[in-house]
């Protein structure tokens, strides 16, 4: 009998999943609960069993491909007989089965058929742009003004300068000669005479400006363009410069071969939209704090040297994460959660340490389950446990899931401080920056201190900037003194 395995749903609301690596091939034979399939969901790699015992017929997805909840990914030959399926099933899946169009029959919307009508949709405006062919009005074409001849002066009369000689009495005024013109008869005295060699010019309005950036006036020069147009060559050839040539776009094709493009899935895709999610719905606030931290590095060679650290990792990361465990016992609504369905603000008495890792298939966030339970060496142990996990991108979707509070180390990376979005379901995160030698002030004196910022963004709809201080101040004097631990535990 063949059966096909379809994708499952291995973590809460999973609808797609990228095929990774297959450890069988068509003709393998197969165990039950043998890891036949390694897929990336939206959150990390995931192995799949099989749950029957055959051979390996057909392997139904690619390597790469990207495949929806449901659909069949392999298929095996289990060697169990087919079911019969009774004639009644059969003929009711017969008769289920569309039948072909009758031959010379048209589909609607084919050739020789009427296409449906498009009806125009309602926009926040009107009705949006009208489908059918859109007719415009002819232009006019303008016609350069007709100038009329400057008036023969009267030798027996003085003309004052600016004005036409009146005309004879009981002679009506001279119409002008041009199409719908209007003769305004005799200006006034004092008014100004109109250029009208201005008005006949014709140029575009970037040629006008072009030309009076340079200097140029534009009746002193005879057009080469339509219906004798003055053009931007026109304008650079009277001032006796070339023009500079345009530099020319490189092709569409050069510009692509020059392009990457990655596509966005799994983690990645995952990650962008929590933090689009979380940006746009928490009010996010993020203060900074400049840290001495002589104390805790001074901690951290100490600590190396004691047995029970012998076989972990001990970091500066590793006092900061106890810092944020101790403060958030001190303040508990940093601990908390937005419940918007509810408008309720839900306090943990709990925390689940969440840990920022960049890994090569994008950022994630894994959690350390009751960390306030753990021990400092236990502490340690998690820390080192969750990075390797991340590091190899075998971090399981429970190991993501119910974070708290998180901290992302951005020091790693060389930077001092940032302004971290928060983990969705999250009130606060903390960003750790780099420690480096900084002049400080010590006892009123200037030495070199290890110096470090750290910045604290929460949701201002549940830590207002006295709560939000007072915990970055509490992680702060902290990791100036690492003593403090001991009394605020």
Known sequence: ???????PDVGEGLTEAEI????????????VNQIVVEIETAKSIVELPIPWHGVVADLLADEGVTVEVGLPIIAVETGEPAPDVPVERRALAEDLVPSPPAEGAVEPGAHGSPAPKEERQAVLVGYGVKTGATRRRPRKTPTPATIPAPPVAN????ELPGTQPSPAPGTPPAASPGAGAVSRGTAEVGATRTDVSRIAVLAKPPVRKLAKDLGVDLATITGTGPQGSITREDVHAATGLEELPLQEPPAAQTVQALEERIPVKGVRKMTAQAMVTSAFTAPHVTEFLQVDATATMEAVKRLRTLPEFADVKVSPLLLVAKAVLTAAKRHPMINSAWDEAAQEIVVKHFVNLGIAAATPRGLVVPNIKNAHQLSLPDLAEHLARLAETARA????????????????????FGVDAGTPILNPGETAVLAFGQIR???????GQLAVRKVTTLSLSFDHRVVDGELGSLFLRDVGAMLEDPLRVLAWT
């Open 1 to 7: 009998m063949r059966r096909e395995f379809k994708l």
């Open 20 to 31: 990774v690596r297959w450890h069988v091939q068509p003709g393998d034979e197969v165990k």
């Open 155 to 158: 030798p027996d009369r003085t």
């Open 393 to 412: 991108g075998r971090t399981q979707p429970p190991e993501m899931a119910g974070g708290t509070i998180t901290i992302t180390n951005v020091g790693v």
């Open 437 to 443: 030698d900084q002049p400080w002030v010590v006892d």
